[in-house]
């Protein structure tokens, strides 16, 4: 199976809350991370958390890891039509050289409609 | 601040031949890394370099070949191109240390194999 895992798609409408879950493997993953994706653009790092923390916030964005359950989540309030992207989730731990690269999923397509 | 430079931004190649793709940085990280984008698959590491002067295979190394030329510039090189190879290409750097392990990412190039 896929190291991380999230689903493809996400609708929601503007001003709502918007969740965006991931699922990952690999339970020495120190750094869990979500990334951006504007249309025809890179990937823009909107936040990481430390693999000892449970919560992280920041602004209209919320991060919360589930270490048992290898379960992590972005929540983003009041979502905002500038918010439709693609988010990725990502993990990244020491390789044996000692090296953080990260691994990504598939990307979760968020639409916002009015 | 430039950050990661890629050139070129759109390429259209016919199969068989070669091409390199270029990437440079300029904010002094020790790792750079080639991914390759294609559609409902997220990134896939195709090679990465931890520090200047080391090339590794990522996931999907067949059919590239990589040079660190120094510690700005780490290059991609599609010797004799096929359309599978048809992807967005994304080059990103990072320090890759524990207490800084955010990886920043290029624009993209587009390439195209016909």
């Known amino acids: 199976g896929e190291d991380v895992e999230q689903s493809l798609f996400l609708s929601v409408r503007e001003g709502d809350s918007s969740v965006i879950n991931c699922t990952y493997t690999d339970s020495s993953s120190t750094y869990l991370y979500w990334y951006k994706q504007e249309p025809g653009a890179g990937l823009q790092l909107l936040t990481y958390i430390f693999s000892n923390m449970d919560m992280k916030q920041d602004q209209r964005l919320t991060v919360l890891l589930n270490k048992k359950d290898k379960h992590l989540s972005l929540r983003i309030a009041d979502t905002q039509t500038g918010d439709s992207a693609i988010y990725f989730c990502a993990e990244s731990n020491p390789n044996g050289g000692g090296s953080y690269i990260p691994t990504f999923g598939r990307g979760t397509s968020l639409i916002v409609h009015p | 601040n430039a950050g990661v430079t890629q050139t070129p931004k759109f390429q259209v190649l016919k199969t068989g031949q070669s091409m390199t793709l270029q990437c440079a940085q300029d904010?002094?990280?020790?790792?750079m890394y080639w991914y390759r984008q294609d559609p409902g698959m997220g990134l896939r590491l195709i090679y990465y370099s931890a520090s200047e002067g080391t090339t590794d295979k990522g996931e999907v190394p067949n059919g590239y070949n990589v040079s660190r030329l120094n510690k700005r510039e780490f290059s991609l090189r599609l010797e004799s191109a096929a359309p599978s190879q048809t992807s967005v290409y994304f080059c990103a750097s990072s320090n890759n240390r524990r207490v800084d392990p955010e990886a920043f990412f290029g624009q993209g190039t587009r390439l195209t194999v016909v």
């Open positions: 904010m002094n990280h020790n790792s």
